[in-house]
């Protein structure tokens, strides 16, 4: 089974720039959805973005669309999710996770069955 690992967050100050990275073992197949989603201490874990791996295709949350940009190398396997014009509000810890199915891009969470382990990104005012 394919193994997650999220990196790149930090401490940056309101209207910066981030890129978190998503490296995954083992082979990412074309039904593959991967996503980032966040959570934010006391709420709900939210959809970010996503990307159908076989199509290319991407979505994204109404709340970053235009700031945050997904995206993907294949040779590495790897996904990163690019913040920029990054404000308080985007505080949280993000997680990058994969649905290894559906092959078309779902923003519920219990539709990705595979995880990382978080990386949190705090952004000051």
């Known amino acids: 089974q394919v193994q997650l690992v999220?990196?790149?967050?930090?401490?940056?100050?309101?209207?910066?720039?981030?890129?978190?990275?998503?490296?995954?073992?083992?082979?990412?197949?074309?039904t593959y959805v991967?996503?980032?989603?966040?959570?934010?201490?006391g709420k709900e874990r939210d959809f970010v973005?996503?990307?159908?791996?076989?199509?290319?295709?991407?979505?994204?949350?109404?709340?970053?669309?235009?700031?945050?940009?997904?995206?993907?190398?294949?040779?590495?396997?790897?996904?990163?999710l690019q913040m920029n014009s990054l404000n308080p509000e985007d505080t949280a810890v993000y997680y990058c996770a994969a649905d290894r199915f559906s092959g078309r891009i779902y923003t519920l969470a219990e539709k990705y069955d595979?995880?990382?382990?978080?990386?949190?990104v705090t952004v000051s005012s």
């Open 114 to 120: 595979v995880w990382g382990q978080g990386t949190q």
């Open 49 to 80: 973005a996503a990307i159908a791996w076989g199509a290319g295709m991407r979505y994204y949350a109404d709340s970053v669309r235009g700031r945050f940009t997904i995206s993907r190398d294949n040779a590495k396997t790897t996904v990163y």
């Open 6 to 30: 999220d990196s790149g967050g930090g401490l940056v100050q309101a209207g910066g720039s981030l890129r978190l990275s998503c490296a995954a073992s083992g082979r990412i197949g074309s």
């Open 34 to 41: 991967m996503g980032w989603f966040r959570q934010a201490p």
